[in-house]
């Protein structure tokens, strides 16, 4: 049978020189995990910026639609014919008249 291997302890390797050798090191570690979170941070922010602004397409998307629509129905003739006839406007029962000058012969 194989002996348990003894633990080694750790403790003695961390002492004030061996942080001050590694201060450099550390600090960059740090500074590293900072951005790493900023950077989760702002991702998220610009998710939830993408997402608002989605809705907001959406939105007027249907708004644009819905002119859309109003706008085909109130274009049509019998809306047409129906508006102007407060004005004493009418549609023609015949088709207009061409009229030619000797010129044009």
């Known amino acids: 049978m194989e ?4 633990k080694r302890d750790w403790r003695p390797h961390i ?4 942080v001050v050798k590694n ?6 570690l740090s500074l590293i995990a900072l951005l790493y ?9 610009n998710i939830r910026e ?3 602004l989605d809705k907001e397409v959406k939105e007027l998307n249907w708004r644009y639609i819905d002119a859309k629509s109003d706008l085909m129905l109130r274009s049509k003739m019998s809306e ?8 004493g406007l009418q549609v023609p ?3 207009p008249l061409n ?3 000797k010129k044009d012969q």
């Open 37 to 45: 979170i900023a950077n989760g941070h702002y991702a998220v922010k």
């Open 50 to 52: 993408i997402n608002k």
């Open 23 to 28: 201060l450099p090191f550390i600090l960059f």
């Open 99 to 101: 009229i030619q000058s």
């Open 3 to 6: 002996e348990p291997k003894e």
């Open 93 to 95: 029962e015949r088709p």
């Open 15 to 18: 002492n004030y020189e061996w």
């Open 80 to 87: 047409v014919s129906q508006g102007v006839s407060n004005y």
